[in-house]
């Protein structure tokens, strides 16, 4: 079982930033890939970047590809979501996911955080 806590959410006016953490409770954590995904309300989870894990493989969704980096450092367990340049349509719930499988699918994530809000102001 893993547990992950995502923090770093709040209000910020666009074009500004926020880190996101996700922590992990598990020493397993480098066998991980960790996701992050959004959902805006009335809309559907939507994926936003993964990190393999040992960090060699990442993956964007084309709203996050050059304002979004994903990071991870395996002797904290803990994987960072860094949002520059944020704009009004980023505000969401955000969630870190856990699996084994270095996808951009919901399904292939095992274990959620319970989200950390991301609103943008325009």
């Known amino acids: 079982q893993v547990q992950l806590v995502e923090s770093g959410g709040g209000l910020v006016q666009a074009g500004g930033s926020l880190t996101l953490s996700c922590a992990a409770s598990?020493?397993?954590?480098?066998?991980?890939?960790v996701g992050w995904f959004r959902q805006a309300p009335g809309k559907e989870r939507e994926f936003v970047a993964f990190?393999?894990?040992?960090?060699?493989?990442?993956n964007y969704a084309d709203s996050a590809k050059g304002r979004f980096t994903i990071s991870r450092d395996n002797a904290k367990n803990t994987v960072i979501l860094q949002m520059n340049s944020l704009k009004a349509e980023d505000t969401a719930v955000y969630y870190c996911?856990?699996?084994?499988?270095?996808?951009?699918?919901?399904?292939?994530?095992?274990?959620w955080g319970q989200g950390t809000q991301v609103t943008v102001s325009s």
């Open positions: 996911a856990a699996g084994g499988i270095a996808r951009s699918t919901l399904s292939s994530y095992d274990y």
């Open positions: 990190i393999s894990g040992r960090g060699g493989n990442i």
């Open positions: 598990t020493r397993a954590f480098s066998t991980y890939t």
